[in-house]
């Protein structure tokens, strides 16, 4: 604090990434904790590992094949329920308790603050998914599944998490109403969803690729491929700009406070 | 220590803060003083770069509010309106997390933070989340993190509303003692406040700074007029137009006409009008019969409501 002497140009460059990542580390470290403070922690685990063991292993034992396609298939849908529900408290509770203004007088900057949320939330359905590390084994042992798809069905699951999660984030910042924030993020990230299901693309006409265009921008779409084990470039950065985005509106939104 | 230079913020058409201008020197307690709307809160979110102003400037310690955000903020503890905190963590813990969010290195928060509790008094609370707090042990709350970082520059932002008058003297005593070695910017729109806490006072309203001085400056505004209470048993219409005409009177305010043909009065003058005179004379010829009359010096609350009346802008 008192080292500075004057608001030189590398001065405070080096000074402010010297803040940057403690900052962004408190506010992730804050948010992952009181995940466990309230139930919403071990509610959320227990309900998503009874709903995923119980569907996979109602079919597991039927096909008899060492796979967890059927596992990742649930994925998709099952986050649409469950990623809402980490992020919808994430902004509207400061909104509604007036800590934003609190936290965004520190000295943070906006993106330090959308990030740091982000990472919390995405640690915390890291750790939703660690849990299910068992279900995996048990497949292992029980025969030879592929490693690849295995791997590259959890590198998915993160992935499509990290998108619904950065829109649930976003739309979590346009109210200070959780339940609103919880319904807005349900119905973006199923829109995102629907748009590379058949039976929509079906309906949609091949003018101009647009047909293409709408399963490209699918998170479904990308999902499938990775969960075969094919760890596609494109699919991976098709996840990382969508979350960028998302983060982006976020943090404009957080700004927005400055434009009225 | 803190500038403000032709200071302007509008919300869509409305001016919420028109040219405010002044400065805080090192080491001085400013208390800001306004009724609500006046643009207190404004200014200060400014200060303390929540919000960018649409025209003017705010320096901090020679450091610019937009283009050196972060340094302006390092330098300043803010409590924002009615301390907001995050109700479901413990005080410890929040207190740990404001100092991580101050950059105090890991090594150091435990002992800022036993500190503060010291300070600001907090121990029998330790075990409990702020949720469960009183307003006034929350209200210290907000005060620990603020200083939590030992900063240089203090916003504080209606530090005592809503407290009890036990918990408002220690609050105020909390700041009092802070003060000896901090700059203080508090707002508040109680008067005894700043009596008590503030070397200063900034009267804002209606987003215009209105008057800017010591306490003593501002009661001398005061000096050579009166102030003179009196119940006459006349219906208010009846009155009123008989107190306007009696030569001397400054300003004739109604203080309550309750009961059915009486009316209570507060009138301003100049003080060697010899106004208790004049009045007792109009009440003889007019027939009315005088229960209460009697005269003091205008006080601070009366300069502060002269000032912050009339001259309303469309």
Redesign the interface.
Known sequence: ?TT?TG?TATG?AI??TG?TL??VR??A??EF??YF??PIAYIFITAFLVLTHFFFFRGFFLVNQATMREFFGLIPVVFLFFVPALTMRLWAEERK???T?????????DWEAVLGKFVAALGFLAAALACTLPLTLTVVILGRPDGGAIVGGYLGSLLLGGTYMAMGLWLSSVTSNQIVAFILALFGSFALFMIGEPIVLSAIPQVLGLRSFCAYMSVGYHFDSLGRGVVDLRDVLYYLSVIAFFLFLNVRSIES??W? | MIEVRNLVKR??STVAVDDVTFDVPKGEVVGFLGPNGAGKTTTM?IV?????ADAGRVTVD??DSF??S??V??R?G?L???A??????GVI?YLR??A????IPSGERDGRVRRMVEICALGPMLQKDIGQLSKGYRQRVGLA?TLI??PEVLVLDEPTSGLDPNQIMEIRELIRQIGREKTIILSTHILPEVEATCSRVIVINEGRIVADGTTEELTRMSAGRATTVLSVRASAAAAEPKLRGVEGIESVRLLEDGTPGASRWEVVSPSNADIGAKLFHLAVESGWVLTEMHTASLSLEQVFLELTKGEKRP
């Open positions: 604090m500075i608001p405070t000074r402010t803040i403690t900052t408190t506010i470290g804050k904790r009181s403070q309230s308790l007036g800590t203004e609190l936290l965004l007088t520190f000295p943070v900057e406070r400055k009225s | 919300y869509g979110r303390t770069c929540y919000l960018p020679g450091y283009e050196h972060m340094d903020r390092r300043i803010y924002p309106e009615s907001p905190l995050y109700q479901d963590m813990e997390f404001v991580g969010m101050r950059g993190a970082h030992d």
